[in-house]
């Protein structure tokens, strides 16, 4: 079973429909991220969490929300969705790992359309 | 802040000759630095890190690192490309003590050819 756990996998939504992504993990890590990819852009950090009562923005938060609902749980909303948030959305979580420098594991991604 | 830049967006090798993948960092402090791999409709995957312990790191996949902080390079390579290696790769930065916030470069995509 994936350890990092993402639904839906693909989704097409119309201009102002509200949608959340929602990310599992089994891996018991206390941070999660997510992160949107566009071809030529690379990845973004859209916010990051690294307990359930620490949520952060990332470098690109406007027009996103998420809630952290557990450990083990973090979503992601679009209130408002607009066309240029047609993207590839990954969540990510990490661990220290015994030589340091956090490790990030991804999950499969959702392909996010918006129309 | 940190920064990454990876130099050429598209890559092509023929099978059995030589990969090499660049990566520049800007860090005001000890980097650690990353690179993933991701395969078409997958996620990224870990293919290697460096934290420190040894400049010359080695990953999955035959694949292999190099920290030079004179240079600020992290250039990937792998001796003998093979069919299967074909995907992006993105080399990431990230500080010490930083939180572990990734930044991400923009991403290269490798391509084997016969």
């Known amino acids: 079973d994936a350890d990092v756990t993402q639904t839906p996998r693909n989704r097409i939504t119309k201009t102002g429909k509200r949608i959340m992504l929602e990310c599992s993990q089994t891996k018991g890590h206390d941070r999660m991220y997510w992160y949107r990819q566009d071809p030529g852009l690379g990845l973004r950090l859209i916010y990051y969490?690294?307990?359930?009562?620490?949520?952060n923005k990332g470098e690109i938060s406007d027009g996103y929300s998420v809630s952290r609902q557990a450990q083990a749980k973090f979503s992601l909303s679009l209130e408002s969705a607009i066309p240029n948030q047609t993207a590839l959305y990954f969540c990510?979580?990490?661990?220290?790992?015994?030589?340091?420098?956090?490790?990030?594991?991804f999950g499969p991604g959702t392909r996010l359309t918006v129309l | 802040a940190q920064s990454v830049t990876q130099l050429g967006s598209h890559v092509s090798v023929s099978e059995g000759a030589l990969v090499l993948l660049r990566c520049n960092y800007s860090?005001?402090?000890?980097?650690?630095l990353f690179w993933y791999v991701q395969y078409p409709n997958q996620g990224l995957q870990l293919l290697l890190k460096y934290t420190s312990a040894a400049t010359l790191v080695k990953g999955i996949n035959g694949f292999e690192a190099e920290f030079k902080k004179s240079e600020t390079s992290f250039h990937l390579t792998k001796p003998s490309a093979h069919m299967s290696d074909a995907a992006e790769y993105f080399c990431?930065?990230?500080?010490?003590?930083?939180?572990?916030?990734?930044?991400f470069g923009t991403g290269t995509q490798l391509k084997v050819e016969l």
């Open positions: 990510a979580t990490s661990d220290p790992g015994l030589a340091g420098g956090y490790t990030q594991y």
């Open positions: 990431a930065v990230s500080l010490t003590g930083g939180g572990n916030k990734l930044t």
């Open positions: 969490s690294f307990d359930v009562k620490d949520i």
């Open positions: 860090s005001s402090v000890p980097p650690y």
